[in-house]
């Protein structure tokens, strides 16, 4: 019997450099979350049965433009009039389950796009600054806070980025394609952070002598 493959995740192999890049929690953490069902929801939101039957299934009300709504758990993030990306800590197939289940005869679509995107999660007081070198947004705490998602680039990388908590933690939506780069880019942006701090601190400290 043949054993099941081990399933890696496209930055399965970034853990250590995500580590040392990590200064302290309330400063700047990186880290990728890999593995969350992912499931691309379509249907009418201007129909209210719609409405009432997609809380139902996913035990909230769907967001509207540009923001996320839900549970630690499982979060419904907008992507357009008509469109959700369902993401949670569950089984793919169980989740895909039970909102066609719920659904039932409703016109809707629910496809499972779980591998085609990982995760990164960003944290701390220099996450902003991280995002805002390679991002068109404005990230400034009073215009980019939960329950706050957009689509958008990061340095060049097709994002969906959600402001997850005012810690403030970040979440970047990534294809996995393109995990890498952006891995790369994240990091190189945070030494920048770092050297700019350390620089600071210097001059501070001449400057008193």
């Known amino acids: 019997m043949t054993a099941s493959p081990e399933r890696v995740s496209p930055l399965g192999s ?14 700047f953490a990186i880290q990728e979350v890999p593995f969350l069902a992912q499931i691309n929801l379509r249907g009418d939101f201007s129909d209210a049965e719609f409405r009432a039957q997609a ?20 979060r419904a993030l907008w992507l357009g009039p008509d469109e959700w990306l369902i993401v949670a800590r569950e089984e793919p197939a169980r989740l895909e389950r039970e909102l066609r289940e719920g659904l039932g005869r409703l016109h809707h679509s629910v496809v499972d796009v779980s591998a ?18 390679g991002s068109p947004l404005d990230l400034h705490a009073q215009a980019f806070a939960p329950p706050a998602m957009a689509q958008s680039l990061l340095a ?12 403030p933690t970040f979440r970047l939506f990534v294809r996995s394609s393109f995990a890498g780069y952006l891995a790369e880019w994240l990091l190189d942006a945070a030494a920048e952070c770092a050297a700019s701090r350390a620089l ?6 001449w400057h008193l002598g």
């Open 116 to 133: 085609s995107r990982t995760t990164i999660e960003l944290s701390g007081s220099e996450a902003r600054l991280v995002l805002a070198k």
């Open 200 to 205: 600071d601190a210097r001059k501070l400290a």
């Open 156 to 167: 060049k990388a097709q994002v969906i980025l959600q402001a997850l908590d005012r810690r």
């Open 55 to 74: 809380a139902k299934a996913l035990g909230f009300a769907p967001p509207d433009a540009n923001s996320w709504s839900g549970s630690v758990e499982r």
């Open 14 to 27: 970034w853990s250590e450099r995500f580590a040392a890049a990590s200064t302290t929690a309330d400063r």
